[in-house]
Each structure stands twice: as structure tokens, then as C-alpha cells.
């Protein structure tokens, strides 16, 4: 994938795309579409679609011990094994090495982090659903933070755009808080969910039970170089079919056909550097990974997808006599309401009858309950805000007769029957945004590259807590009431991080002296620099977030190059 450029420091372009992944791939596709010479820096390797797949086609007796985790590993990523997310073999490639990659908890915070082309894009969850005007209004009616400087109409063009070049199936439901968008053919529910939907809708007015809206092709319709989802359920290992959607099978490629991109991996960028005559930045300093040569390339206009925390370091470390504290930080908000969702708490149970049925292939994607609370007429809760569910039904195998049966008939008879149904839901619930959530960078503990460090303080305050309470008692009744038996809630330990949507640390708005970006995702104070990614996110929504910020940064492209031509920045 394209030419690569190691030793022409002043090498100057159009336009400079900090990170690869699911806001980069999109900034650079759009910019390098609109004719505009475009630098790709992505911090971590090189990877190449399908070839570097490495896990995406091994079983589990591939792996040593089944590919559970070792101790090595788990020495190599102390925190980000406590999650359980990233030590499994099948896909731990994808993820840091937390000794290579230090950062620092004042609070505990579950940063997991995909240091290589086409970032968390590979490996995110692919759940994509919109904001509403709930959500943008919210702050605003409720006197949280700040308000939004846009609102659904002025987005709702983009989600189009976006929904119909990354391939989103799902269904259109009529909902305010759940907007309805350009869908391929739905993932069928198995047979369970589908009961549930019917008990659900009969017991409780308003609630809708549906499929996870997810970016995977299903359908008949063709997408360029990607085939439909297989139903392997192998998606963090990197999808060889580019069923699912990533930068890598789709965005990336896209920019590359142009002519107009040039990637180059193992570049860490630092800071923007400011021109305080012209007010407008000219570029950005870079250290290779590999070599910590350090190099500066210039631009037009540049777009920071780096991800929350790392576009709002680079900003922090952008310091100059006109932005002493960080570049766009009049506000003092740089890095301050880091958001999330919160996750791990819900419930389970069991589920009798169907034995005769059984589903076919490993269904990426299960149920999906849009958010019924604090809806506008519903004002008897004791928090702000509310949460959706996600979850499914499956059947158990034979492992789960092992312990009861060791020898004889018995024993092989239940090894080639399936097990009994079961079903789970897990809420997400919304996080607001608090001034003192926030992280700040420590110089005197310094990474490998002299970069200072991250060091979290952020926790889950009392609005959330109450709302833990109703989500955990509100999935208990909807699975007795559907028939579910030996239901069991449940409340983890769960610190902000492990939804992995970090969001708010450079939020825009409508006043520069509490917000950092404007309405079109600039800088109210460098008008040349554009930042797409989480940082954005005035609130967080209950909703997975990834759509939200490609629509934002196809719009934020659009008016970069709009803006080049009009000679305003």
C-alpha cells in the first residue's frame, strides 16, 4: 500500500492525517479524494490486509493451551489484562505492550491500545448507531457542561454518506432517540432472540428489541474488494473478507487509488508546530519509532485522529508563547471530561424448550435495546441520561456435561449434543462529561521516545452508580417476565476505559473560553487544524461511538477543503 518517504524532513504537502484508524482512514480518504497531496503518519507498523492476518484462519488446537493466555503475555500487559479483553493468542498482536507503552493511574483507567496501521479499526466492536437530538440537545435542556454546537440535521447527511460506504446492516425502527439510516439486510435474531423481542414488546410499552446494527455487508450489494460477513466470529483477528468494516479493507485503499496519499508507519507525532504571524499551524515534528531520528513535515491543514488521548497529548505538548499550556487551550479544557460508557453489569438466564433448534455459523452480533429512559416525558428517575442493552442467546455444548459424565454412553451421546439456551445482556450506560475526569501528562516520567507520559484521574460519580442500579434491575425484569428462568443480575467492578470509547478531552462548542474545537471539529484558535477523532464528543451518548466520529470527519474533510479554496485557512 502506497510509496513511503523516511528521509525528506521537509517534505511539504497539502494536507497532514495523524492516525490510520477509524476517523484517520476516513480523513484521508476524503482529503486525498479532494485532490489534496496528503501525509499519512500512523505511529505504530506496517500492516497489510489479508498477509498480516496472522490468527484469522487457526482453530483453537492451534494454539498453545488453546490459545488462553501466558505468562508471558501477561506479564507484558499488566493492565490491560486485567479487562480480559487482550491477552487471548488469537488476538493479542493487536494490542500494546504495556511496559513498552507505560501510563500512569491516579484512578484506575483501562487504556487498551492498537499500535499499528489501521489502529482499533481491526479490532473494534462494529456496532454503529447514530446520535439524535436527544443527545445533542441534552447538555443544553439540563445545564451539563456545555452545549453542542450542531444538531442532528446538520450531521445527518454524513451518517448517510458514511453508512453507505462502510456497509451497515440493520433496521429501521421510527425511534426519536435511535435514527433510522441506510441499512443492508438485517442479521436474522435465532429463535430465542426472537421470542424475547415478542415478550419484550408484550410486557413493556415502548421497548424494542432488534439486531445490533453492525458495519458487516450482508446483502446482494457489491463493495469494492470486500466480500459479505461469513458468520466466522473470528472479527478481532482481522477479517480476510473485509466483511466487516476497517480503514485497512476500505478507507485506506480508497485513498490509495487516488494517487494522492503517502502512508508512512512508525512515526510518532509530537507536537504542531504554530506560526504565531499567520496564526495558522505549519506542520507537525515526528520521531521514527525505530530509529528516534526526529523530523518535521509541513502542511496546509492538519487533521488529528489519533485517537482521544493521544490527539489531546499532542496538543498539550504543542506549547509556544501563544499557547503556553497547549495549542487551543485557552479554555483549560484540554484533557479534562474524558468520558466512556460503563459497562459490565446486567444479567443472564436460562432458557427452556427449542431443543430441536439450532442456528448455523458464529453470528457476529446479537440483540440490541435502544435506550427507554429520560426520553423527555419519563423525568421519575433519580439520574440524567440513560442506556441500551446488548446481548444474545446461544446453546451451551458438551463441555457443560463433562463434570456429571465421565465415562460410557452417556458421555458420548452428550458430546455430540448441544447444551441448553441461554441468554445475556450487558447495559451501556451514558457517562457525562466532569471537569475533574480528566488526564494530564507527566514530564517527569518520560516513554522510550523522551515523550512525557498519561497519568488518569477519572471515575464513575454518583449519576452513574444510580444508573447502574436501574440497568441491572430493569434487565432482570425484562428477562423474567420473558419467560427465562434461574435469571441472575450482576455488577462487576468496572472503571472508566473498558467500553474502550474514550471520548471528550478536546470537546468542542460554541465559546472558545470552555471549549477547545468549534462546530466544524477546528480549533477555535488554529483554524488549520482539524481534530475528528473521540476528542471531539461534547456527550457521550449511550450508543457506541465509531459511526459518530466518521460522520463528524467526512463533514470536518469537506470543510477543510472548502476552506483551502477559499483561501480562509
Known amino acids: 500500500m502506497s510509496k513511503f518517504y523516511y528521509n525528506e524532513e521537509q517534505e511539504s504537502y497539502d494536507a497532514i492525517v495523524v492516525g490510520t484508524g477509524i476517523s484517520g482512514g476516513w480523513a484521508a480518504k476524503e482529503l486525498c479524494e479532494a485532490g489534496l497531496k496528503t501525509l499519512v503518519l500512523e505511529r505504530g507498523r506496517m500492516v497489510k490486509h489479508i498477509d498480516d492476518y496472522e490468527t484469522a484462519n487457526m482453530d483453537p488446537w492451534d494454539f ?281 453489569v446486567g444479567a443472564s438466564g436460562k432458557f427452556d424448550g427449542f431443543d430441536d433448534k439450532y442456528y448455523k455459523g458464529r453470528k457476529p452480533n446479537g440483540i440490541y435495546i435502544p435506550r427507554f429512559r429520560n426520553l423527555g416525558g ?34 458420548k451421546n452428550a458430546v455430540i449434543k448441544p447444551g441448553g439456551w441461554t441468554f445475556g445482556m450487558m447495559g451501556f450506560g451514558e457517562v457525562l462529561p466532569y471537569e475533574n475526569n480528566r488526564f494530564t501528562l507527566d514530564y517527569d516520567k518520560l516513554d522510550d521516545w523522551g515523550l512525557p507520559t498519561v497519568t488518569f484521574d477519572a471515575e464513575l460519580q454518583e449519576n452513574e452508580l444510580k444508573m447502574r442500579k436501574d440497568i441491572l434491575e430493569s434487565a432482570v425484569d425484562m428477562l423474567e417476565k420473558a419467560g427465562l428462568r434461574d435469571v441472575k443480575g450482576y455488577d462487576e467492578e468496572s472503571a472508566l476505559g473498558l467500553g474502550i470509547h474514550e471520548m471528550g478531552t478536546a470537546r468542542m462548542g460554541r465559546d472558545r473560553k470552555t471549549s477547545v474545537l468549534n462546530g466544524n471539529n477546528q480549533l477555535h484558535d488554529v483554524r488549520n487544524v482539524y481534530v475528528t477523532d473521540g476528542s471531539f464528543m461534547t456527550s457521550a451518548s449511550c450508543v457506541n461511538p465509531s459511526l459518530t466520529y466518521m460522520a463528524f470527519t467526512a463533514r470536518a474533510a469537506n470543510h477543510a477543503v472548502n476552506e483551502l479554496k477559499k483561501g480562509n485557512i
Open 378 to 411: 419519563d423525568t421519575d428517575r433519580e439520574y440524567k441520561r440513560g442506556f441500551g442493552y446488548q446481548g444474545g442467546a446461544s446453546r451451551g455444548n458438551w463441555e457443560e456435561s463433562i463434570a456429571e459424565l465421565s465415562h460410557g454412553k452417556e458421555l
Open 64 to 344: 498453545p493451551n488453546a490459545g488462553e493466555p501466558t505468562k508471558e503475555i501477561i506479564a507484558q500487559q499488566p493492565k490491560q489484562h486485567r479487562t480480559g479483553y487482550t491477552t487471548n493468542q488469537a488476538s493479542n498482536m493487536w494490542f500494546v505492550n504495556d511496559l513498552k507503552h507505560p501510563y500512569n493511574e491516579t484512578k484506575r483507567f483501562d487504556w487498551m491500545r492498537g499500535y499499528h496501521l489501521g489502529g482499533r479499526s481491526l479490532q473494534w466492536g462494529r456496532q454503529s448507531y447514530r446520535l439524535s437530538d436527544i443527545d445533542f440537545e441534552a447538555n443544553k435542556k439540563e445545564g451539563i457542561a456545555v452545549d453542542w454546537p450542531v444538531r442532528y440535521k446538520d450531521i445527518a447527511p454524513w451518517y448517510d454518506k458514511v453508512e453507505t460506504f462502510i456497509g451497515v446492516s440493520g433496521e429501521n425502527l421510527g425511534l426519536d432517540q435511535l435514527p433510522d439510516g441506510q441499512f443492508l439486510p438485517m442479521m436474522d435474531l435465532n429463535c430465542v432472540e426472537q421470542v424475547f423481542r415478542e415478550k419484550v414488546a408484550e410486557n413493556f410499552d415502548g421497548r424494542v428489541v432488534t439486531a445490533g446494527r453492525v458495519a458487516h455487508l450482508t446483502g446482494t450489494k457489491q463493495f469494492d474488494g470486500r466480500s459479505k460477513c461469513q458468520f466466522r466470529n473470528r472479527c478481532i483477528r482481522g477479517c480476510p473478507f473485509g466483511a466487516y468494516f476497517s480503514s485497512l479493507s476500505s478507507t485506506l485503499p480508497a485513498a490509495e487509488a487516488t494517487g494522492n496519499m503517502t502512508l508512512r508507519p512508525d512515526s510518532i507525532v509530537h507536537e504542531v508546530m504554530y506560526d504565531p504571524k499567520t496564526k495558522k499551524a505549519t506542520g507537525v515534528k515526528v520521531i521514527d519509532a525505530n530509529t528516534k531520528e526526529n523530523f518535521e513535515f509541513k502542511a496546509k491543514v492538519i487533521f488529528l485522529c489519533a485517537s482521544a488521548i493521544a490527539s489531546t497529548s499532542i496538543l498539550m505538548q504543542s506549547k509556544s508563547e501563544t499557547f503556553p499550556n497547549g495549542m487551543g487551550n485557552e479554555s483549560d479544557q484540554l484533557g479534562r471530561n474524558i468520558m466512556d460508557h460503563q459497562l459490565k
